[in-house]
């Protein structure tokens, strides 16, 4: 099946681009297109403008600045998985990246892409909720930036307005004693994920868990924080039977559906393994103490 018709636009500034999503009905924007030409494809959308936004200047920021991890909207997934910068100091981001689909819709799908689609099932929204991230949208009004934990509402649906640009995602610099992994299953290679769990941990000087963050993939209506594991966590020392109940806690706190992948129970039981396993991980990163979990 071919695309229906449309008209598409070629913006060069972000002023450009939302003065067309303002000025334009029946739009969608075009960024790596890995959501949308398949939808175009089998006529799951049929817009009648396309807004190409691959033209607009500032959108490949991809670095460190005043105390920001800034990832623009044009940064793709095989960015971030090349990057030596991803390597040295962001663990999470650097397990997520090459565990997206395969390596051609990692030359092409975007970060922030990903994001703005607010698939359940996508692994970066997990990891932004776990570094404490922001979503920075340009609108009519100027620019704003919108919390992670604020900006999921429902499958496909964020609180993002209808004239707005993902135009960047933010998460802090690393701090010293900081750690995070990313963890996921999958049926095969290329598949969105049936579980997955994110976890960042902060240690003070002495070893002990200043700020712990969990969040987890495809196990809810929208990626979610793990808040009572998280709670369970803080103020503790990183120990196996710690991480172990906190990943209990994780899979009681996830709502997962039985489909044809695996039923409530194994999904819960995976919710549990996969977090104590991103935790070991994150606790090790923080350069503070030995691997924890042996699985």
Known sequence: MKPAPFEQHEPTTVKEAVSLLESLDDRAI??????????LRFRLAVPKTIIDINHVEGLDVFGEEDGWLRIGALVRHADVEHSDLIAEKYGSFADTAPL????????????AGSVAQADPKGDWGSVLLAHEGEVVAHGPDGERTIPADEFFLLPYDTTLDENELVTELRVPVPVANEGSSYHKLKRKVGDYAMVGSAARLILDDDGVIETANIALTAVDITNVRATDAEEHLEGERPSSDLFKRAGELAAEQSNPEADEHGGVGYKERMVSVLTQRALSDAAERTGAVKRTVKQ
Request: glycine share 14%; net charge positive.
């Open 100 to 111: 997206v689909a395969d390596p051609q819709i990692r030359n092409r799908g975007t970060v």
């Open 30 to 39: 075009l960024a790596g297109g890995q959501s949308m030409v398949p939808m």
